[in-house]
């Protein structure tokens, strides 16, 4: 079994920060690609920022200037500081990890989601 947990969502201030914090434990044996994706009410959840295993990082373009992933592969955890933020990122924020278990099995694996609100 794989979980997933992510910590560190809440309300801010327009052009506040807020980190968020993933991390992952159980039966893994290769991560292949960490990251946070994002669905606001009434829209489809979106990619926000990922890396991959072949050293790759992804930021959607709204985030992009914005928003840092960041790793520590030791503790197989991802972290998300997000900078500058604007009242269109309040969503309902979710961890995703692409990994090998040690069954060799691959998955598609999710946290429980963090909700980070942007307003005054």
């Known amino acids: 079994q794989v979980q997933l947990v992510e910590s560190g969502g809440g309300l801010v201030q327009p052009g506040g920060s807020l980190r968020l914090s993933c991390a992952a434990s159980?039966?893994?044996?290769?991560?292949?690609?960490m990251g946070w994706y994002r669905q606001a009410p009434g829209k489809e959840r979106e990619l926000v920022a990922q890396?991959?295993?072949?050293?790759?990082?992804n930021y959607a373009d709204s985030v992009k200037g914005r928003f840092t992933i960041s790793r520590d592969n030791a503790k197989n955890t991802v972290y998300l500081q997000m900078n500058s933020l604007k009242p269109e990122d309040t969503a309902v924020y979710y961890c995703n990890a692409k990994l090998l278990t040690r069954s060799l099995t691959l998955g598609d694996y999710w946290g429980q989601g963090t909700q980070v609100i942007v307003s005054s």
């Open positions: 159980g039966s893994i044996f290769r991560i292949n690609a």
């Open positions: 890396y991959t295993i072949a050293g790759s990082t």
